[in-house]
């Protein structure tokens, strides 16, 4: 008999290295158009900074506000439209795409309402999602741009931001199944009692700028309730997660 107590979840798919294997080719474009955004910005007007000095603001900015871009705008005045714009300019897409089949009818066959929930900005996002064809399982797409709280750009792992999304959907937290690939996201849904899965097939390096490599075996932790290779193996797993 079915079970008719348990309401159907909402997922929320994060989208690079979750939806599509951006490590293959579309993070070090992304990479590199950082590089040198950066490099012009430190620099003094004439001569960019060093890659060193590039590589330390990456990695302290990403250390201490979870992402590159928020110490941008913090310490140098950076526009986060124009930073999002100019890093995710990479021309043409199919060339630069990877992803696995069968996610449409994964998705399609999941039960409950999916929103896409992404720190890319939402040109690059949609521009994705078209090459993947998935836009049409997805209720909404949540993209940097729409992750203002109190007019501050709130991307995850805000978990102010992850409450107020849930506010506006009038979800609560236990309904709700987060999908990604950085365990920072997880941990910080995982503390507001949303369920969580770890997509691990994608993961390349553990930090941003290529410079950590990933520990030989990945441990799941405690705040994720399930390890997936891949997000084809979610119904196989659903049941560990209601
Ligand atoms: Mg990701």
Redesign the pocket.
């Known amino acids: 008999m079915p079970n008719h107590t348990l309401p159907s979840p909402v997922w929320l798919f ?5 939806l599509h294997d951006a490590s293959h080719a579309i993070f070090p474009a992304i990479s590199a158009n950082m590089n040198t955004y950066i490099a012009r910005v430190l620099g003094d007007g004439s001569t960019p900074a060093t890659q060193a000095q590039v590589d330390a603001a990456r990695l302290g900015y990403w250390r201490r506000y979870g992402a590159t871009l928020l110490g941008m705008i913090r310490h140098h005045g950076v526009s986060a439209a124009d930073f999002l714009h100019v890093t995710h300019d990479l021309g043409a897409l199919d060339k630069l795409m990877r992803a696995e089949k069968g996610l449409g009818t994964l998705l399609r066959r999941l039960p409950g309402r999916k929103i896409l929930l992404t720190n890319a900005p939402t040109r690059y996002s949609t521009d994705v999602m078209r090459h993947l064809g998935l836009s049409r399982h997805f209720a909404h797409h949540v993209a940097i741009e729409h992750m203002h709280v109190h007019r501050r750009l709130r991307p995850k792992p805000s978990s102010l931001m992850l409450r107020r999304l849930l506010r506006k959907h009038g979800v609560a937290a236990r309904r709700c199944i987060l999908v ?3 365990l920072a996201n997880l941990k910080s849904a995982s503390r507001l009692g949303l369920r969580t899965v770890w997509v691990t097939q994608y993961l390349r390096m553990s930090d941003p700028i290529g410079k950590a490599p990933l520990p030989r075996t990945l441990k799941r932790p405690r705040y994720v309730d399930v390890k997936v290779k891949s997000v084809r193996q979610l119904p196989a797993r659903l049941h560990r997660l209601r």
């Open positions: 994060d989208l690079d290295n979750t990604e690939d950085t």
